[in-house]
């Protein structure tokens, strides 16, 4: 899922919010891991929109191929060509791994539940997200210990769910 905001002043909220939040998660979960017997490396995926067909992000990967080893004169009109094509955005998993057990943990989708209020603990493309301004203090920064807080039960919750033996 990728947030939608119905309001500059949510986005703005969500902008201030995303970084620090990121980074408690990577903090906390490089934590969890050190106490843990799961091994975790992380990885860089593309994330598409859940409406664009297969053929298409073949036909937009192979270009992405083709322009990292093409002469600058064909760069060109295939960065035209790819202009007019849907483009994935970046995405970050977690992929955790003990005996033979293997879990992948979507690092955006952790970040947004930091980030933003749910009732049913999903979000959909369908409507906007609510950025969960318990998480600013008085004058409207951060509030480092409960974005701390709030990380931290996450994290945790991710690893008391994981797979037993």
Same mark, same amino acid.
């Given at each position: 899922?990728?947030?939608?905001?119905?309001?500059i002043?949510?986005?703005?909220?969500?902008?201030?919010?995303?970084?620090?939040?990121?980074?408690?998660?990577?903090?906390?979960?490089?934590k *969890?891991?050190?106490?843990?017997?799961?091994? #975790?490396?992380? %990885? +860089?995926?593309?994330?598409?929109?859940? !409406?664009?067909p297969?053929?298409?992000?073949?036909?937009?990967?192979?270009?992405?191929q083709?322009l990292?080893?093409?002469?600058?004169?064909?760069?060109?009109?295939?960065?035209?060509?790819?202009?007019?094509?849907?483009?994935?955005?970046?995405?970050?998993e977690?992929?955790?791994?003990?005996?033979d057990?293997?879990?992948t943990?979507?690092?955006?989708?952790l970040?947004? *539940?930091?980030?933003?209020?749910?009732?049913? #603990?999903?979000? %959909? +493309?369908?409507?906007?997200?609510?950025? !969960?301004?318990?998480?600013?203090?008085?004058?409207g920064?951060v509030?480092?210990?409960?974005?701390?807080?709030?990380?931290?039960?996450?994290?945790?919750?991710?690893?008391?769910?994981?797979?037993?033996?």
């Amino acid at each position: 899922m990728k947030p939608r905001f119905a309001t500059i002043e949510t986005w703005q909220q969500a902008d201030l919010l995303m970084q620090p939040a990121f980074i408690r998660l990577i903090d906390n979960l490089r934590k *969890q891991l050190d106490a843990s017997t799961w091994r #975790g490396t992380y %990885r +860089d995926i593309q994330v598409w929109a859940d !409406d664009i067909p297969d053929e298409t992000k073949a036909t937009v990967l192979q270009l992405q191929q083709q322009l990292e080893t093409v002469p600058p004169e064909q760069a060109a009109e295939l960065q035209a060509t790819l202009s007019h094509l849907p483009s994935p955005y970046p995405g970050y998993e977690l992929c955790l791994e003990k005996n033979d057990r293997q879990v992948t943990v979507d690092l955006w989708a952790l970040c947004y *539940q930091i980030c933003f209020r749910s009732h049913d #603990g999903e979000w %959909r +493309d369908d409507f906007p997200v609510e950025v !969960d301004t318990s998480l600013f203090d008085e004058t409207g920064d951060v509030d480092w210990n409960l974005l701390e807080d709030k990380t931290k039960r996450i994290v945790e919750q991710v690893f008391e769910n994981l797979p037993q033996e």
